[in-house]
């Protein structure tokens, strides 16, 4: 093999080696390198010394497992849920958060450099620092347990093993609402009493699959929602009976999906107790910074009274909230927390002073939409899927806000129409464009578009920022220059990281 050293040419897979590890990779494994060959290490840690086992040789690198640690790194901590490494949902568990939050940011940072060829004297001027949570636990307000039956036959929900269908048993997780504990025994004794079946994926009988919960944090309303192989539910009643028991039970549902799928929820949901959704409402936060404060306080006119709420990364609540209606099918962010900091930071980067055109391309179920229509002359969201375009509709009716108009379709093409419309008709000029695309990024023919449109300033609300880069690169390239950028850790535990970045015209 020409190009490769004698040792690698030696190294052979199911080999131990030994790795010092001084990276980590997109999904949060531990990079290492061995004879100048980096080997990807799924639970290993930047600091650590471990051995591994090849069990991936490529050309020019390879995977191991984690076989031993020699040496643990210093910024290693006791993780908080010992099935961390069999469920592989919480890649970073075991780092400190503090930690976890500068890798995050590295990662954002190393990708505007390598990807976007963006200079590090630019990134490190306009970065500001990741927001990371006081609390980076029980985060999530949506949580989806797969439903089995173990050896004996008792009923069993929990995870799924990383990469495959096999279910751990899991109680409790602690990056869900303590509410979903009393839910899955609620469900488990239903089962239990009334002989219900779990769903078996190799022969397609039995009939409960899934367990979908959803909280709101504002609201401590929970959703319950049985995914069956099947339209009806024996002795539902009893399971009434059951979640009823929980406080804050205000939504029971049936799901009906007997596709041999991995896409939990089919299409058709009843309602069997109460109301086909929960409510939940996100607020409005600024900065604890004079100059932000006193910008709102003269923007808005109000006096701030001083019970507000606040963070302690300096987040304020200064706002009414709006409302969301969220059935089991509806898009909505995981992270609540966050969320509210993520879109604050999007409005504060918008810029609006209550003229502004502005569109919201990837809308979703408008959330980021309606912040912006408070602020703006008009906001005209895109979104892809037609259910969440109807929820948006729904949710600008609940919050009375009239100035958002949402279009289903693909941004690519609905913004390109728009565009040439525009032209013919002088339709408005939009002063903002707000992206938060997929992870795979903008379209190439939104991003033309944009380009063309010549909008004062693009918000780019990214969860994956290799392509965050690449468009960033296209759209400066294009005549914009960024003008802040931050990371915010919507994803505690995890590898992912969002971003959000302020482009200004040139
Ligand atoms: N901004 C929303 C949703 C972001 S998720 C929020 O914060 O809640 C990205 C959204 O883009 C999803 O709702 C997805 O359905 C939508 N989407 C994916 N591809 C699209 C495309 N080509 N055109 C328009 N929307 C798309």
Not at 297 to 315: C, H, I, M, P, Q
Request: hydrophobic residues 35%; charged residues 25%.
């Amino acid at each position: 093999m020409p190009g490769l050293g004698v040792e690698q040419q030696r190294m052979k897979k199911n080999d131990i080696i030994e790795l010092t590890i001084t990276d980590m990779g997109i999904n949060g494994e531990g990079i290492g390198k061995y004879n100048g060959m980096p080997f990807f290490v799924k639970d290993a840690l930047i600091g650590d010394v471990i051995m591994a086992r090849i069990t991936k040789l490529k050309k020019s690198y390879g995977y191991g497992r984690l076989e031993e640690l020699l040496t643990p790194s210093k910024d290693r901590v006791l993780p908080c849920c010992e099935l961390h490494r069999r469920c592989g949902g919480c890649q970073l568990l075991a780092l400190s958060y503090e930690k976890q939050l500068e890798y995050k940011q590295q990662k954002v940072r190393n990708n505007l450099i390598h990807i976007g060829g963006f200079s590090e004297a630019e990134i490190d001027e306009k970065t500001e620092p990741i927001v990371g949570m006081d609390s980076p636990y029980r985060y999530r307000n949506k949580a989806q347990f797969p439903v089995g039956e173990d050896k004996n036959g008792e009923i069993v929900t929990g995870f799924y093993a990383a990469r495959t269908h096999n279910i751990i048993p899991v109680e409790d997780c602690p990056l869900g609402v303590a509410e979903n504990k009393a839910v899955l025994s609620a469900v488990k004794a239903y089962m239990k009493a009334n002989r219900i079946p779990a769903y078996d994926e190799v022969t397609g009988t039995g009939l409960v699959r899934h367990i979908l919960i959803r909280y709101g944090f504002t609201t401590n309303e929970i959703m319950v929602c049985l995914v069956l192989n099947g339209s009806m539910l024996p002795e539902a009643d009893d399971l009434i009976t059951r979640l009823c028991r929980i406080e804050g039970m205000t939504s029971i549902c049936i799901n009906c999906n007997i596709k041999n799928t991995n896409v939990i929820l089919g299409e058709k949901t009843i309602t069997i107790w109460g109301q086909p959704f929960i409510t939940d409402y996100i607020h409005l936060w600024r900065r604890d910074e004079d100059h932000c404060l006193e910008e709102h306080r003269r923007a808005e006119s109000v006096e701030l009274s001083n019970e507000y709420r606040k963070t302690a990364d300096g987040f304020v609540q200064v706002d009414n909230a709006i409302a969301y209606h969220i059935s089991p099918q509806s898009f909505y962010q995981v992270n609540p927390v966050q969320t509210e900091k993520l879109y604050s930071l999007a409005l504060e980067y918008a810029g609006l002073t209550g003229k502004e055109t502005v569109w919201d391309l990837y809308c979703g179920i408008g959330t980021i939409s309606l912040f912006l229509a408070k602020k703006a002359g008009k906001v005209y969201g895109v979104e892809i899927v037609s259910q969440a375009v109807e929820d948006a509709k729904s949710n600008a009716r609940l919050n009375h806000i009239e100035n958002a108009e949402f279009f289903t379709g693909k941004a690519e093409e609905l913004l390109p129409a728009f565009y040439a419309k525009g032209q013919q008709e002088d339709m408005l000029h939009p002063d903002v464009i707000v992206v938060d695309p997929p992870r795979k990024g903008c379209d190439q023919a939104c991003l033309d578009t944009m380009l063309a449109m010549q909008p004062e300033r693009i918000v780019y609300v990214s969860c994956d920022s290799a392509t965050l880069a690449r468009d960033l690169r296209f759209l400066c390239d294009g005549g914009y220059e960024i003008g802040r950028l931050r990371a915010v850790d919507q994803f505690c535990h995890t590898g992912h990281v969002e971003s959000i970045v302020k482009l200004v015209r040139k």
